[in-house]
């Protein structure tokens, strides 16, 4: 029988490897709910290091964890109470920015920069790194690229895939793969890093990225918006796109109900607007911010004037466009704090956005009377996050916590399934949708998926239990 720890201790500097109390902060993800075992965590400094660490396990065929920040909602980053406690592999230590060309727009850093360290280095030189999310200051550049993050930027500039050039990968066997290019165009055979982003480290663990940097947006025009429903949400979102074209950055909706728990959570916030929607519209150039503000009041003045919307507060400066986006930014927040919040994270076609929004909230009050629906989405991506809260008291009278979840989560991805949508938009599968990933993907799609992670790691090491699941104990 080998004793992992110790003889991960013997590769690694001391203070490298955490057992007992030690590790307890890395046990756990940031709602609290993912409270796992794990033999030990490993804290490398450098990629030969993490290479060292996945060889040794592959050796005794243990299960290995890749962590970023924690900040993952699907409980992927945290192990659970498997047979076998897994090594938890800790990126949060290879934190160095290797490189920025500006010129040729790309940053090359180690996958355990935090994702806001990023965006201020690509500030510092004149340039945007745009995958932009809540939890920016604590996710880390392989967290992001191993759930392919969306945020909320991805209407021009797309998700975390769209912005990552080249990777660095150590693969299950303990290899390292350089894959560190920073090119635009590269046909030379597969795109091997487009199987490592989403793929929520099941098949290795990404340690170095290159990643696209774009100009720097010199001005942004920031609207919050009332509207009377989703409907009339779409009819601006196409109003504004058809005025604004790729200036328009970020589209996001939420309820009102939404709104007065981030309120409640941020006492000195108020809502601009008194309506039953809200939007949060932002516009971003290179050019003066008069121009901007001018295109986008006229745009408000002709969706005001054809009834679209109910009220519009354009940001004055750059306190009040951060005030807005606290709002947005503290959805996540207050909803971990209010009540017993059961969500799902799913995608239709833009267009379907408000019959989603229709069918979903009649078929849950159907089921659930009681509960209160709290709904924030990235609208312009078609990604709704559909919340569904009951009171104490309410929640208390139900048996069974996990029964309610997949009630809930059933009821949802039904509705999204049937406008041929998806039951993870951006939050990937982790441990928590599982079951959902088999029960909704096509037979050969799902079979593809089994037969690309049995070529890339045939001993299943790598985050056991996640996305395809089954693999509680490696084979
Ligand atoms: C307040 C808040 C707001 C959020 N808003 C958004 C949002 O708008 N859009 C969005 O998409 N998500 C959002 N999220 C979810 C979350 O922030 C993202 O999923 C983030 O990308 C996870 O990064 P992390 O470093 O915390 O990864 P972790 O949670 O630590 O891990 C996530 C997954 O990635 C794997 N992983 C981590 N690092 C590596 C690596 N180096 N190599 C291989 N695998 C690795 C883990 O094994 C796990 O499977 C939000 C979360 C919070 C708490």
Redesign the pocket.
């Known amino acids: 029988m080998i004793d992992l720890p110790a003889q991960l201790s013997s590769l690694l500097p001391a203070g490298a490897v955490l057992t007992g109390n030690d590790m307890s902060a890395y046990l756990q ?3 609290g709910r993912q409270i796992g075992t794990a033999l030990c965590a490993v804290l490398p400094n450098t990629t030969e290091e993490v290479a060292a660490i996945v060889r040794a396990c592959a050796n005794a065929k243990h299960g290995v ?10 409980g ?3 192990p659970d109470v498997s047979n076998k406690p897994p090594v938890i ?3 949060s230590r ?1 934190c160095k920015i290797r490189k920025l060309d500006a010129m040729n727009g790309s940053i090359e850093v180690d ?2 920069c ?2 806001s360290n990023v965006q201020s280095a690509a500030i510092a030189a004149d340039r945007l790194f745009p995958v ?5 200051g ?15 930027n991805v209407l021009r500039y797309g ?2 895939r769209e912005n990552v050039l080249g990777l660095e ?2 693969l299950p066997d303990g290899t390292i793969w350089n894959g560190m290019k920073s090119l635009r165009k590269d046909n030379a055979g597969y795109a091997l890093r487009h199987m ?1 982003i989403g ?9 170095g990225a290159v990643l696209k940097l774009h100009p720097l947006p010199k001005a942004h025009a920031t609207a919050w918006i009332g509207v009377a429903d989703p409907d009339l949400a779409l009819r601006l979102l196409n109003r504004i796109q058809t005025d604004c074209g790729e200036r328009l950055t970020a589209f996001e909706l939420m309820n009102e109900e939404q709104l007065a728990s981030v309120i409640a959570h941020h006492p000195v916030a108020a809502s601009p607007t008194e309506a039953p929607w809200h939007l949060l519209i932002e516009l971003a150039d290179m050019h003066g911010p008069e121009t901007l503000h001018e295109t986008l009041l006229s745009s408000l003045d002709a969706a005001m004037n054809a009834g679209e919307i109910l009220d519009a507060v354009v940001a004055q400066n750059g306190a009040q466009r951060e005030s807005f986006w606290a709002l947005r ?1 503290g ?3 207050a909803n ?1 704090n209010t009540g017993h919040l059961l969500s799902a ?1 799913i995608s239709v076609p833009v267009s379907s956005v408000p019959q989603f929004l229709i069918v979903a909230s009649t078929a849950v009050r159907a089921r659930f009377p009681e509960a209160q629906l709290v709904i924030v989405s ?1 609208f312009g991506d078609g ?1 709704v996050h559909f919340g569904v809260r009951f009171s104490s008291g309410d929640w208390g009278s139900y048996c069974d916590p996990t029964v309610m979840a997949l009630s809930v989560r059933t009821i949802v991805n039904d509705c999204a399934d049937a406008l041929g949508g998806s039951f993870s ?4 599968v ?1 441990r928590k949708l599982v079951d959902e990933l088999r029960r909704r993907t096509d037979q050969a799609g799902y079979q593809s998926m089994q037969r690309l992670k049995e070529a890339f790691d045939p001993y299943g090491i ?2 056991p239990g ?2 395809l699941g089954g693999q509680d104990r490696v084979r």
């Open positions: 993800d940031w709602w964890v890749p962590q970023g920040g924690r900040t993952g909602l699907t992927a980053g945290v592999l800790s990126l290879l996958a355990g935090v994702l932009s999310l809540g939890a920016e604590s996710c880390q550049i392989g967290g992001i690229i191993s759930t392919n993050a969306g945020g909320t998700t975390t990968v150590v490592f793929a929520e480290g099941t098949l290795g663990i990404v340690t930014h959805t996540a927040e971990r994270d990235h990604n938009a951006e939050h990937g982790g790598m985050n996640c996305v």
